[in-house]
């Protein structure tokens, strides 16, 4: 810390500075003396305490032009690398590169690294030097590092938490320059390098300089041409006055950050703060010296802000920078209301005063303006303008030029000379723009933001805030070091404005428009709001969409914005005017009918046009018009005009147009016959048909009933209608002549003869026609004759072959007609030939064989054919004529022929047709393939074309002959062979060439792993891969990526990646569908370099270095490693901190991390022995340097400061090479002596190496002698105990009389017949095997053996525990075969076996240790021994669990297992451990007999308790008990005692009980399962109070034996449930004896109360009592101790409190209450008098008996089962208990009248008509009794089980039972 600008001289002041800087804050007077000591004694040496210590401990620089190499033992960051060495120079340079400098100084840049610290021409003196120093972080030189952190920490703000850890300290002490401009003057400065190992900071310290007549530089140079800095004034003469600048604070004081080229963001101060007082305002000659300790003022300083701002970007905001000001700087304004203004006023002689306005001009504010830091006034007030000052008026008739650096530089009057009052104090308006002259300012302000944009919060006031609080820190310290603090914090609330949900509305009826309410929008994270918006909730809004938009606005001009979307739809329809109505048209045919109408008119609300759709269903759509007309066709016709609006709303106009049918069906045509013999007739009809119509008017032109003549006559029927519209139909009558004319004369029918073709003539005599209608008659002549004009009507014609029709057709005028008709026949003779033949060829050949029949001979019979071919003959293919003649006698000649084709319908036939063929590709694009041609042949034995075809993909490589190159896919080849009769054939087959081999992948990228530092996306390249197929033909390539950002990963090989797994996909698909892939990962993972942090390593004693080993930097988020650092682990390095760095580089994307951590070496003083005076020879252990060591040799315990060191010694630190040395031991006197020394003085005595032995007898000498057992005395045996273990003594003797101690202690607690503390009898245990393993650690094997413990423990050869090494606990020879007493290990020893075998079977305990532990051994036992230790604990005496166990207990010994350095646990194969069988311990204990482990406690409850976690019980011989568990502690057996034996016979009774329990429980359950059953069957025995009382008591009852049977022993073990089985018992048992007290109380008021009680709802009330106050009983104790109910050896509550409130106190209250009750009850009925006496005994004992039953009375012989009657208590409690239920059976049921009575009629049915009487006595009474019953019990120390039952008659009727 500095003070005043000064630091304190020597080691003396700097331990006194140490001292008041870390009191300085409290402010006291004391330290203020004290600061004003220090300073008063450092001012005659001010010039000094500019510097660090140099000299003591530094070298020496010889003088020359080579500078002196130094070797760094930390890597040095200087700008862009780091060195491990550096050159100091004369010159005043220190040089990183160059050894040889040069003694003049050079401009920067330079090109090599340096620190031009007053780099000159420098010559040394005889009294001169230059020397360096290094220093590393070591106690003695803690204050040095201090007072430099001090200087670096107040400069830079950012790095408060700097801890240096090596120093350079290069000093250039009293050298003169090789020219000087003056003579005798001589130059002292300093650099100090300081640095971390990763910032670096260089410190420039100049107490006296020298100008030289050359140039000087000061500053430094990277040596990279780039970064370099001169101080102002470097190079020039101005240099020199660098002594009394600064640019942090503290004059002739400099400081760089070196490690950085951004060396002036963090710094404090960026231009040199010039010292603001000279050289005159000092005197040295005045002894009153003035201390500033006030700390700077601040004006200004901003308030803390709330500021709203959005998460998505920084807020902007600007505030005014307070303003620091310190008396130190001479002026101050006052009154103003800003910082920059105010009345000035002037410090002097220790007092504010102010200035006269006399002369004040803007030249003299602006100097007290750029005094204060700003640039200049702006107004010089004069007349107080800014208020009166009072006190002195110091400066008056002041006059500036304006080029001073202070007012106090001016001219003016002297000090305190004026002629003014205080209304002529002069002020000024300072300039406030943000610009600061640093060189003016008296007080350094550093300036800290915790801005999110670090570069974006300035110092002048203004930056850029994320969302939170961001402090703002201005620390101002005035030149003596004096700070103060402005701090405010600004924060940015993220706000928010939400809109309202968008609003859709329909608009009001009748309307385009509709009002809009809704809600403002809600402003998050701001109380205020003022909103703005497009629209008010509650305007009007046409149809469509309109978007609504707040805006809030804030004062920091931050606009918030939302907006949400108004929908106004139209949900009314339009509406229709005049819309037509149906109507209904005639027409009186099929035709259409023209209507038309008024179109209808559609409007909306919308004002807008309604779009119009018109439908029509007329039958010519064309002729149906939208605008009101249109034709229409028979039947309905819906016409529809639809309106839809621009909303889509629709209305409708529909009307039908029906057109209707009216027609006059007039009868049909009348066609009538003359009568027979005229040409009229009278023709009747009925008249016409009107349909469609209902009135008829017909008008005709005939009537019905006239004659007609002969032809047509048309009648017509009119009707008309009103509407004048006439329907017309009409019909003809036509009458008929139907009678034929009459012939006469008509030829007959003639045959002729003739050899056709001729025709032969022939005549005859025409007939003659007549008609009955007199009219002429029409007579047609028709003739067959070939040549029509030789046949003629008048009787003549000539006449072919065949059948000639000669026809005379008379018709009359009515056509009828009558015929004369004759047929000329003209025979042909003539020869008809079979049609023609068409055949095919017979199969395979070239003819075929032709069968006809003879040709017919028509016209004659006889025939003498001649032909060319015969039937049967064999023709060829193709065609032929067969010809056949017939010759007549009279040389007629008659000849016919047929063709005969014979055709070839057989196809080619085919031979050797190849098959279908799959081929399979090779690397090739086609694959080659032959074949044998097919051979077509043909039946008719010419060739066959054919016709050759081929589907492959180079048609000229496939050929007819055979062969042919194939391509992938199906290529079909075709033979098409074709005869010349056009006969087809064909062969085909199909060549398949398949493709099964995927495209080829090459250069498939391999998965890759990019590391990056941050979580940002990494950009990745690689060669995308080749996808080829052996088809030649492209691959089709599919390509896919799961990265981040999808369009910045491409195909064709880069992307960007996030942090995971991205999967890139290329999927190649050839033109046959196979398939191939090319998937790699692209795995970004966020490494990171975390280096160990290593504790101080201490060099071995006496040497002064060490090998240093560590774990290698955790590299996060990769798996390998390929460090580079500056050390390995191993090296050795000298005493002292260096820094070592690792560097972990990435390939894959170039990536570098690093990290660094300090190696830090202590050295050692050596064991060493000195002899003091008081108590002789000492001796010391090895102790760090830098520590204060205590002697082994401790005082005695019969002194004052026993256990305290008899002397303690320093081993100080000291310079290289020594670095340590013992310094002189201080005795320390140990007290009085003490005559005696108890064991409570003990526990606080400090044990160590030295007294641990001595501590470890005295405790074992004591607790022989004294049997204190109490816990305050165990306590404390176990607290030295402790103590002993932890002094680490492994002396052998010491653990023989710890050992000692602990069997002391466990013969005192048995002796007491008490037991230890559980905690701390598990503490005690704990020391035994730490010291037991302390000694065996150390080197020495234990074998010591106590009454109640021994102890063995060796070191083995690891090879030897394959065989099952083993310990064990075996009879001594000497004791024979007598075995240790209980508690005792007399007469044992223990021995150790290397191979199980080898162990004795006749062993007290013993632990085998698995074969296979050599597997659970760590390396480092592969060249080391096995220590391994083995306790016997006589039994477990000092393993209490702190819970008592009633139950089970520890049968024999505790032993137990250690392997040192390994921890035994899940092991593959389990440890052995053998015990021998207890003694006296029946087959049923062993059955009880767990294995168990003890556990320890925690260290919150630090008793432990046994477990049965990883242990079992192993199938053993009945003379041991083994044991086999999965880990190493310590052991024993558990053995169930639950049951009690007599001590005189050793007979146990406890069986028999049980079995007494067990029957009578059974025969109550038949017996009450009877009882119930009975009374629940038959009403007359289930009505009455006391029976249903008695009813409720046996099912509580019954339900209580079946419980108790079923689950109190078989529910054993199951957790939960047998905690349901214990409380349901619980429960149980109160009901039963409530039920019993109900019944006590009913039998009270029936007997003894003269007026019974009638109780409305008794027994709803005595249900509620007697089932419901047990269940909240239960519940409390349940909720209250559930561990109670959890026991392992029966299912019921366990002995203790919980059992003696929840069951054992109601049960004898319940049966206080009883036996009261049964006194008074059988007081009354011993009233009562029976006829004889001995009929009285019975019936009286008989009652007694019934009540005593259903009051439980038996239950009290459960409370005297206490001492020596225990046995037969239990055993009446058993007997009458378990019985209880038969005895309610037997009084209730089989000797109960009433009962015997009410069963008779159910018995003579199932004796089956005989008569089955139960005897019935009819002179005696029934009898009304109360039963009790106790659960049995299956063992000594089980509680008791209560029932409760109740039965009686009503009260009337038990009384007239009774009496």
Request: hydrophobic fraction near 35%.
């Amino acid at each position: 810390m500095d003070y005043g600008g000064q630091s304190c001289p020597n080691e003396f002041i700097q331990r006194l500075c140490v001292f008041i800087e870390s009191r300085i804050m409290a402010s006291s007077p004391m330290t203020i003396l004290l600061l004003a000591v220090c300073l008063l004694v450092t001012a005659s040496n001010a010039q000094d305490d500019i510097l660090f210590p140099f000299g003591e401990g530094s070298s020496l620089v010889p003088y020359g032009y080579v500078c002196t190499k130094v070797s760094i033992p930390i890597s040095f960051p200087f700008f862009v690398q780091n060195y491990t060495s550096l050159y100091v120079c004369h010159h005043g340079v220190i040089s990183f590169s160059q050894q040889n400098v040069g003694d003049h100084a050079q401009a920067f840049p330079l090109g090599f690294p340096l620190l031009a610290v007053y780099w000159s021409h420098i010559r040394p003196t005889s009294q001169g030097n230059v020397t360096y120093r290094q220093l590393h972080r070591i106690s003695s030189d803690e204050a040095i590092f201090d007072r430099a952190e001090t200087v670096i920490r107040r400069a830079f703000g950012s790095h408060l938490q700097f801890k240096a850890s090596w120093m350079l300290i290069a000093t250039w002490f009293n050298n003169t320059l090789s020219h000087p401009r003056g003579q005798g003057t001589t130059s002292t400065f300093q650099a100090v390098l300081v640095t971390d190992g990763d910032l670096s900071f260089a410190i420039y310290n100049f107490k006296e300089l020298a100008q030289d007549l050359f140039q000087t530089q000061v500053g430094y140079d990277a040596g990279d041409g780039t970064t370099y800095y001169s101080v102002p004034g470097s190079m020039t003469d101005q240099i020199y006055s660098i002594i009394n600048a600064t640019n942090i604070g503290t004059r002739g004081r400099w400081l760089f950050r070196t490690d950085t080229q951004d060396t002036e963001h963090d710094l404090g101060i960026t231009a040199p703060l010039f010292d603001s007082y000279s050289s005159n305002d000092y005197d040295s000659s005045s002894s009153d010296i003035t201390f500033d300790t006030e700390p700077p003022t601040i004006n200004n300083c901003p308030t803390d802000v709330i500021i709203p701002g959005l998460s998505t970007r920084p807020v902007s905001y600007t505030w005014s920078p307070p303003f620091f000001s310190d008396s130190s700087a001479g002026v101050r304004l006052v009154g103003g209301s800003v910082p920059s203004e105010g009345r000035v006023e002037v410090f002097y002689d220790g007092q504010w005063g102010t200035v006269c306005d006399d002369g004040w001009y803007i030249t003299d504010a602006s100097v007290v303006c750029r005094q204060l830091g700003f640039t200049g006034a702006t107004n010089a007030w004069l007349s107080a303008h800014f208020g009166e000052g009072t006190g002195q008026i110091f400066m008056d008739d002041i006059n500036c030029d304006g080029n001073e650096k202070r007012l106090q530089d001016c001219a003016f009057g002297g000090w305190g000379d004026h002629n003014c009052y205080h209304a002529e104090d002069a002020s000024v308006t300072c300039n406030t723009d943000r610009s600061f002259n640093n060189s003016y300012r008296s007080v350094v302000v550093v300036f800290g933001c915790l801005a999110s944009v670090s570069n974006e919060c300035h110092q002048d006031g203004y930056g850029t805030f994320s969302v939170g609080d961001t402090e703002v820190m201005y620390n101002g310290t005035d030149k003596s070091g004096n700070q103060n603090f402005c701090n405010f914090t600004i924060t940015v609330k993220e706000v928010n404005l939400v809109c309202p949900l968008n609003i859709t509305l329909p608009t009001e009826a009748g309307s385009d428009t509709t009002r809009v309410n809704w809600t403002e929008p809600v402003l998050t994270g701001w109380d205020e709001t003022n909103f703005t918006s497009t629209a008010q909730s509650g305007d009007v809004f046409r149809i469509g969409s309109q978007r609504v938009t707040y805006h809030q606005r804030f004062a920091s001009s931050l606009i918030l914005t939302c907006s949400f979307e108004i929908v106004i739809v139209d949900v009314e329809p339009p509406t229709v005017k005049d819309c037509p109505s149906d109507v209904t048209l005639f027409i009186n045919s099929t035709n259409q009918i023209p209507h038309s109408w008024v179109a209808p008119v559609f409007s909306d609300n919308s004002g807008q046009s309604v779009v119009v759709v018109f439908g029509c269903l007329a039958t010519v759509s064309n002729d149906c018009h939208q605008d009101g007309y249109g034709t229409f066709s028979v039947g309905d016709t819906k016409v529809t005009y639809n309106g839809t609006d621009k909303s889509g709303n629709l209305n409708f106009c529909n009307f039908t147009v029906t057109v209707k049918e009216v027609n006059l069906v007039c009868p049909l045509n009348l066609t009538l016959p003359t009568e027979a013999g005229s040409n009229t007739t009278r023709v009747n009809w009925t008249e016409p048909v009107l349909t469609g119509w209902d009135e008829t008017n017909f008008t005709s032109t005939a009537q019905s009933g006239d004659v007609f003549r002969i032809g047509s006559q048309r009648v017509t029927y009119h009707q008309r209608f009103a509407s004048g519209q006439i329907l017309t139909c009409s019909f003809e009558i036509n009458v008929v002549d139907v009678e034929p004319p009459t012939v006469k004369d008509c030829p007959s029918d003639v045959t002729l003869f003739t050899n056709s073709p001729n025709q032969i003539p022939y005549s005859w005599i025409p007939p003659s026609f007549d008609d009955n209608s007199g009219q002429s008659l029409d007579v047609v002549f028709g003739c067959l004759a070939t040549v029509s004009d030789k046949c003629h009507q008048d009787g003549n014609g000539t006449f072919s072959v065949g059948d000639t029709e000669v026809m005379y057709n008379g018709t009359d005028a009515s056509g009828n007609q009558n015929f004369c008709n004759f047929t000329i026949t003209v025979k042909e003779v003539n020869l008809v030939c079979p049609l023609n033949i068409t055949l095919p060829t017979e199969a395979g050949s070239n003819t075929t064989r032709v069968n006809w029949t003879e040709p017919v001979l028509t016209g004659w019979d006889e025939t003498n054919f001649t032909s060319s071919a015969q039937s049967g003959d064999v023709f060829p293919i193709g065609s032929q004529r067969v010809t056949y003649h017939q010759r007549f006698a009279s040389s007629l000649i008659l000849t016919c022929s047929f063709e005969i084709v014979i055709v070839d319908v057989e196809p080619p036939t085919v031979k050797d047709c190849p098959s279908d063929v799959t081929l399979f590709t090779n690397s090739t694009n086609q694959i080659p393939h032959s074949w044998v041609a097919p051979v077509f042949s043909d039946n008719s034995g010419q060739s066959v074309a054919v016709l050759f075809g081929c589907l492959a993909t180079v048609s000229n490589d496939c050929h007819r002959d055979g062969n042919g190159t194939f391509s992938v896919g199906d290529t079909e080849v075709t033979y098409n062979g074709t005869d010349r009769s056009g006969n087809q054939n064909f062969c085909n087959f199909t060549v398949t060439v398949k493709d099964t081999t995927p495209p080829w992948v090459e250069q498939c990228p391999d998965d890759v792993t990019i590391p990056t530092r941050l979580a940002d996306q990494v950009g990745y390249t690689w060669v995308p891969p080749v996808f080829s197929d052996n088809s030649g033909q492209p691959v089709d390539v599919v390509f896919g990526c799961l990265a981040t950002v999808s369009n910045e990963c491409h195909q064709d090989g880069n992307g960007t990646f996030s942090v995971g797994d991205t999967e890139v996909m290329y999927n190649g698909t050839d033109r046959s569908v196979n398939q191939n892939f090319c998937n790699f990962t692209v795995t970004v993972t966020e490494v990171g370099l975390t280096c160990p942090v290593l504790e101080v390593v201490p060099a071995s004693p006496g040497e002064n270095s060490s090998s240093v080993f560590w774990k290698d930097p955790d590299v996060t988020g990769w798996d390998g490693s390929n460090f580079t650092s500056t050390a390995k682990s191993g090296d050795v390095f000298e005493i002292g901190t260096r820094n070592v760095t690792y560097d972990q580089w990435f390939g894959v994307n170039n990536l570098q991390l690093t990290c660094s951590f300090n190696v830090s070496v202590v050295g050692q003083c050596v064991n060493d022995k000195t002899n003091d005076t008081r108590h002789g020879d000492l001796s010391w252990l090895a102790t760090i340097a830098g520590t204060e060591a205590k002697s082994v040799q401790r005082c005695e315990l019969q002194t004052k400061k026993a256990g305290h060191p008899k002397a303690t010694r320093n081993c100080s630190t000291a310079a290289s090479p020594l670095y340590f040395s013992w310094e002189d031991h201080v005795g320390q006197s140990c007290g009085e002596s003490e005559d005696t020394i108890s064991v409570e003085q003990v526990v606080e005595v400090p044990v160590s190496a030295g007294n641990a032995k001595e501590v470890a007898v005295f405790l074992s000498k004591q607790t022989f002698s004294s049997s204190d057992s109490s816990d305050d005395n165990v306590e404390d045996i176990s607290t030295i105990l402790d103590n002993i273990v932890k002094a680490e003594s492994g002396d052998v003797e010491v653990t023989e009389a710890v050992i000692q101690t602990v069997a002391n202690v466990i013969t005192n607690v048995q002796e007491s017949q008490g037991t230890a503390d559980s905690t701390t009898s598990s503490a005690i245990v704990k020391s035994v095997e730490q010291q037991v393993s302390l000694t065996l650690q150390q080197g020495g094997n234990v074998s010591i053996q106590q009454e109640t413990i021994h102890v063995k423990a060796v070191s083995i050869d690891p090879q030897k525990a394959s065989n099952g090494f083993s310990f064990a606990s075996v009879q001594q020879e000497s004791a024979g075969s007598r075995s240790p007493q209980e508690g005792s290990l007399d007469g044992t020893e223990v021995k150790t076996f290397t191979n199980a075998s080898e162990v004795p079977k006749d062993v007290v305990a013993s632990i085998q240790l698995p074969a296979s532990i050599l597997d659970h051994l760590p390396p480092a036992f592969a060249n080391a021994s096995l220590k391994i230790s083995f306790i016997v604990y006589a039994d477990d005496t000092l393993f209490q669990t702190g819970v008592k166990n009633l139950t089970s207990k520890v049968a024999g010994s505790v032993v137990s297992l250690a392997v040192e350095g390994v921890e035994l646990k899940n092991l593959t194969d389990p440890v052995v451990i053998d015990f021998k069988t207890p003694t006296n311990a029946s087959e049923e204990d062993l059955d009880t007999i767990q294995c168990t482990f003890w556990e320890f406690g925690s260290e919150e409850d630090e008793a432990g308790s046994w477990s049965t976690d990883g242990c079992k019980r192993a199938d053993t011989p009945t003379d041991k008990v083994s044991c086999e568990c999965n880990h190493a502690t310590n052991f024993a057996i558990l053995m169930d005692v639950k049951g009690q034996k007599r001590t005189d016979d050793g007979l146990s009774f406890t069986p028999a009980l049980d079995l007494i329990s067990q029957i009578g429980g059974a025969l109550s359950v038949i017996a009450l399962s009877l009882t119930l059953v009975i009374y629940l069957s038959i009403r007359k025995l289930r009505t009455g109070k006391s029976r249903q009382i008695f009813i409720h008591f046996c099912f509580s009852l019954l339900l209580l034996y079946l419980v108790f049977l079923a689950g109190v022993d078989n529910a054993r073990g199951s957790g939960g449930g047998c905690v349901f089985v214990g409380a349901l018992l619980h429960y149980l048992t109160l009901t039963t004896m409530m039920w019993m007290a109900v019944e006590a109380r009913n039998m009270y008021v029936s007997t003894v109360k003269v007026f019974p009680e009638d109780t409305p709802l008794y027994m709803v009330k005595a249900g509620l009592l007697a089932w419901g106050s047990p269940f909240i009983l239960l519940i409390i104790t349940l909720s209250a101790a559930t561990d109670s109910y959890r026991n392992e050896h029966y299912c019921f509550i366990s002995p203790g409190l919980a059992m003696y409130l929840g069951l054992l106190t109601p049960i004898a209250l319940i049966l206080l209450h009883n036996v009261i009750t049964f006194i008074l009850v059988m007081r009354s009925l011993l009233k009562v008098k029976e006829a004889s006496r001995s009929e009285q005994i019975t019936k009286r004992l008989q009652n007694a008996v019934g009540i005593s039953a259903l009051m439980g009375l038996t239950w009290c012989f459960g409370f005297l089962a206490i001492e020596g009657a225990t046995f037969a208590f239990q055993l009446l409690f058993c007997l009458f208990n378990s019985l209880q239920g038969v005895l309610v059976g037997v009084m209730f049921c089989a000797r109960r009248e009433e009962v015997r009575v009410a069963i008779a009629p159910y018995l003579r049915r199932i004796c089956c008509g005989r008569e089955c009487r139960l005897p019935i006595h009819r002179d005696e009474k029934p009898t009304s009794l109360t039963t009790s019953q106790t659960a049995p019990n299956t063992m000594s120390t089980a509680p008791t089980t209560n029932l409760d039952i109740s039965v009686s008659a009503s009260p009337r009727e038990a009384e007239t039972e009774i009496r």
